[in-house]
């Protein structure tokens, strides 16, 4: 059996999973897990870079431990941040979290003589305060003038373990730089923020034979014969290769730290509506494009958890929300207050003082406000890909752990009026193999592995009940209208 691993790393936690083809299915394996997150260093929220390569060889060692001699490698992250890279091949620094509070007026800074409508015309990108756009704009000047190479995270830790650099196109797509037509870096963007387009490596497809791991770590480590692929690496753009929608009325919902709403497309969807609903459109592997909207995600609920000091499993709070009555409160998951709070709880319960509505105090009421309202959120923004799409979206397959929550998977069938299709909740590990499969020629398409993928996990149906909460998302719409309204 060829082997291969998927390196998958979020914000939080990063893992190395094994995978292979058994019997006519996909299987998946964890082989090692470790913990990730941003440490404040030099005024700044900082990622351990050296900490994830080097969780990486020891998932390796594990691997070679199983007697499996020869793998395939990928490797997958979050988009937007990336690492300085010197003259002499080393980083300067270990790269900066997007959740860093350095870019909170960047793009109003950076649009003052740019405007909104001239960069999404150009790049077809949404407008977020933590895109590399604008994490540039406010980089440090002097480092910028000892900067060689800029490596988005998922490039830089290939580049470290095989020696070779490049600039995947899934990943490079979310800088906010890539310009549509000519499917390069554009130079009028690349001016603003004072920095060049040599000085990013070469761009590739997803899919791309990257290199072996280099000689120099064989002897420092105990590792299998690795050759490694690049293949979709930002985390959604493997995400939605994981997933198996088919037919021309599906969405998917990437639901993990961030969820990730869209609909897989053949050309870009940049026009006025896009824009006003600021859309996104993500190049994906294969020549697609991921037309889909950032929402916050259980990012709230992982930090509700933790401030419970990991009392509960999430399980366990998916059991007391449930007992809970849905929809006692409106909030905007979106809204920015949200986004790294010195207390999510406090946060969550301020929010709702401050809009007098009822204040969520257990447990069990608190899961309830975060997954009924990402669930509204989830359908409204359901209705408004459909308008922009110009037809309606009939199934939404969700993946990713948000997946494994029963509750917020009937909630939003409810609201939205579709069927849902849950799972592969690793979709993200999946589809990464998946890209080398195809590369290794294993498999011989994207629609061959969506049947694959289908035809090896357990994925589970909800349809709408009677009785759907079309009231309560009218009211939710037009809490939200009220909200933004106020906001400007």
Partial sequence: MQAYVAVDIGASS????????????????EVHRFSNGFVEEEGHHRWNIDHLVNEIFTGLEKVKKMHINQVRL?????????????????????????????????????????????????????????NTLYQLYTEDRDKLSQTDKIMMIPDYLGYVLTGNAVTEVTNASTTQMLNLREGLFDNDLLKKVNV???????????????????????????????????VATHDTASAVVGTPGKGDDWAFLSSGT??????????PENGLDAFKENYTNEWGAYGTYRFLKNIMGLWIAQCVKKEYDNKYSFSELAELAAKEEPFQQFIDVNDKRFENPVNMIAELQSYCKETDQKVPETPGQLMMAIYSNLSLFYANELQKLGKILGHPINVLNIVGGGSNVKLMNQLTSDLA????????????????????????????????????????????????????????????????????????
Avoid at 14 to 29: A, H, N, P, W, Y
Avoid at 258 to 267: C, D, H, P
Avoid at 417 to 437: C, D, H, R
């Fill in 196 to 230: 060049f387009a040599d000085q990013f490596p070469r761009l590739v497809e997803s899919g791309t034979y990257l290199g072996n791991i280099s000689h120099k770590w064989h002897t420092k480590y105990d590792l299998p014969e690795t050759e490694v692929i690049t």
């Fill in 417 to 488: 009026n579709v069927k849902v299709i849950a799972g592969p909740s690793e979709a993200t590990a999946i589809g990464n193999i998946l890209v080398q499969m195809i590369t290794t020629k294993q498999v011989d398409n994207i629609h061959e592995g969506r049947q694959l993928i289908a035809e090896s996990f357990d994925l589970k149906t909800f349809e709408p009940e009677a009785g759907n909460y079309a009231s309560e998302l009218t009211d939710y719409q037009n809490f939200l209208h009220r909200v933004l309204a106020q906001a400007k």
């Fill in 258 to 267: 961030w969820s990730l709403l869209g609909a897989e497309l053949n050309t």
């Fill in 14 to 29: 990063g893992r190395l999973m094994l995978s292979g083809i058994e019997d006519g299915k996909l299987t998946l394996k």
């Fill in 74 to 130: 990928g490797i997958d992250t979050w988009a937007v941040d990336y690492v300085l890279v010197g003259f002499d091949g080393q980083k300067l620094c270990d790269p900066v979290s997007y959740r860093d509070n350095r870019t909170r007026t960047a793009i109003k800074d950076l649009t003052s003589d740019l405007p909104k409508e001239y960069i999404y015309e150009k790049t077809g990108i949404q407008f977020q305060d933590f």
